[in-house]
């Protein structure tokens, strides 16, 4: 007689069901992507300030991962505020390998292709994640954007009252490590959207190292007009802090705005575009003629 049929094979257990989250929760999506040496990087995702402490919600020891990887991790996360840090044991960074962190229900990316260039990067961000705060009454939102060149981790800004500004004896001004914005990435772009009231304040931007920050350099404006405050302003090479000092309201004096672009009178016919183009956006075209020949009939006299 023939042998009975093969019995089949047993049916593959039903896929997982999908992570479900509370509603003061966010599903979060961490992306790695390894290159070489992917036995040197680590990193976690930490809750930070909780009564009970920092608590660590993922992390990936070194050894962990293998060479020209992809992995992801999903979580849910509660409202609060997060740290993300990665490592590097060698300290020559990344290779180009980087993590990525999603916020699932609200599709919106809260850390893009981040890295370390050396030893260590870290970020900050708080679930839910927005984007553009909510201001109060009375405040002005406004659009920070850095561009950072190389050594992006070394640098940082802050904005800082006047009247609170405490001058150290070499003429900079002293910011605490709370008040600092950290966590750039070489040769990327950032945003950072924040609200003030009307006062007098200092952009003070720093360098970690003391050395500048390499041709980087940041925008600030005010984000519903677009009104900029300090126009690609940096640390200069060899320089510790670099200070934009700006005004709540802003006021398009002829003043202000030269001092936008760093023009004097000397200087103006050359950067004249600049000048107009400036004027036009926020006083109006025609004045910002009648701004341009005043000054230069002005600047003819003295010279």
Sequence with gaps: PSPPPPRPPPPSPPPPPPLACLSNQEKLEVMLLTTTYANEISWSLVRSSTSAGNQTMLEMAAEDAADYSTRSWTICADHGEYILSAHDSWGDGWHGGHISVMDVDQGIQIVTGAMPAQYDYEVSFSIPYQSVPTCEDGQHLLNAMVVAKEWGEEIWWAVVPTANAIMLPDNSIDVEQSQRHTGFVSFANTTKTICLGNDQYYLVMGDTWGDGWHGGHMTLRINNTNTPLCVEQ??????????????????????????????????????????????????????????????????????
């Design 234 to 303: 940096s640390v200069p090479d060899g320089l510790a802090t670099f200070v934009c000092a700006f005004e709540l309201p802003f006021t398009p004096t002829i003043s202000t705005i030269l001092g936008l672009y760093g023009i004097t009178a000397s200087s103006l016919e050359a950067k004249r575009s600049a000048f107009l183009t400036a004027v036009s956006s926020i006083a109006g075209k025609d004045s910002g003629d009648i701004v341009i020949a005043s000054i230069v009939q002005a600047g003819a006299r003295r010279r």
